[in-house]
């Protein structure tokens, strides 16, 4: 239909084009025109986020702990509670594990997650082992943090449909792998869960590299996401500010844990836009930005909002 038909379509008034006061879209019937609202990928409207993981449990963590706590970037320990010392006091720096009773301190502002008890290979295992190395070590974890820890790397980085299948039952909401994918968030199955690269990546460029070009992009979105071990660093600690500085300090990056990511990607999944678009009501627990019309706001948690 041309321009012209419509405007001719135009002349019967039961059927009238009008054009809507608010975004000047044209419409038909004299109803104001709805506003679009979009719920932005991250918080804040933010068009990046930039998350981290690590895994074992390590002394080295302390130091790369230091360096994130400094520039402001965010990291998510995978911890074998079979592993950590239990002195009762900070592990000497000669130990390769660090002591329970530092955990809740070292890792404070970041996140604790499951690695298992004795870092087996889970898929050699039966289904009763693979619940007792995952629960065991998230309630041992819990009974050192404070608060439920739901998250897990896979030792080794091995699963199978199996141990997915055991996972699902034990309240673990993703599992991270030691796969890539250029485009890692939403997975498709969180309890297989691919990074952006290893830390320490060389194809197809090492991660400054790579987090320069996605960063200089201004269309570019989504999740960059490292990972490694922290004892990666020895002997060669200047890579750590080589490879993780760079990453820090962008306003239009959310730094954020592991868990973080899936509980506002749920809760952006909860918030429920009226159907002539005029109210927001956030159910969850956290605060949800929309995008109104190219107008960033933040829903509350419980809370309904007017977006006219
Ligand atoms: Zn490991």
Same mark, same amino acid.
């Given at each position: 239909m041309s321009r012209n038909d419509r405007e001719n379509t135009s002349a019967r008034p039961k059927d009238k084009v009008i054009l809507g006061k608010r975004t000047g879209i044209w419409n038909r019937g004299g109803m104001p025109t709805p506003v679009r609202i979009e719920v932005t990928q991250f918080p804040g409207g933010k068009r990046l986020a930039v998350t981290t993981s690590f895994d074992d449990?390590?002394?080295?963590d302390r130091r790369v702990v230091r360096a994130f706590n400094e520039w402001g970037l965010k990291g998510t320990f995978n911890l074998n509670s079979g592993g950590? +010392?239990?002195?009762?006091k900070p592990a000497p720096d000669t130990s390769r594990h660090i002591d329970a009773s530092e955990v809740a301190e070292l890792y404070r502002g970041h996140e604790v997650a499951v690695?298992?008890?004795?870092?087996?290979? +889970?898929?050699?295992?039966?289904n009763a082992q693979i619940a007792d190395e995952v629960l065991r070590d998230r309630c041992a974890l819990e009974d050192l943090v404070g608060y439920p820890v739901r998250g897990m790397a896979y030792p080794f980085g091995t699963y199978n449909d199996r141990v997915i299948a055991v996972l699902?039952?034990?309240?673990?909401v993703y599992a991270r792998t030691v796969e890539n994918h250029w485009n890692c968030f939403p997975p498709r199955e969180p309890l297989a869960w691919q990074t952006t690269a290893h830390q320490f990546t060389t194809t197809p460029e090492p991660v400054p590299q790579r987090f320069a070009e996605l960063y200089a992009n201004p269309r570019s979105t989504g999740l960059f996401f490292i990972w490694g071990h922290?004892?990666?660093?020895?002997?060669?600690?200047?890579d750590l500010e080589k490879i993780? @500085?760079?990453?820090?300090? @962008?306003?239009d990056i959310w730094y954020c844990t592991n868990i973080e990511l899936f509980d506002y990607e749920a809760a952006r999944q909860r918030l429920v836009v009226a159907a002539n678009r005029a109210t927001v009501f956030n159910p969850s627990a956290i605060p949800v930005t929309i995008n109104v019309a190219g107008k960033l706001r933040d829903v509350p948690p419980g809370k309904t909002i007017s977006t006219v």
């Open positions: 449990g390590v002394i080295h950590l +010392l239990r002195t009762g690695h298992t008890v004795s870092h087996p290979w +889970l898929e050699k295992l039966d699902r039952q034990l309240g673990i922290t004892y990666e660093f020895e002997n060669r600690w200047e993780f @500085k760079p990453l820090a300090g @962008k306003p």
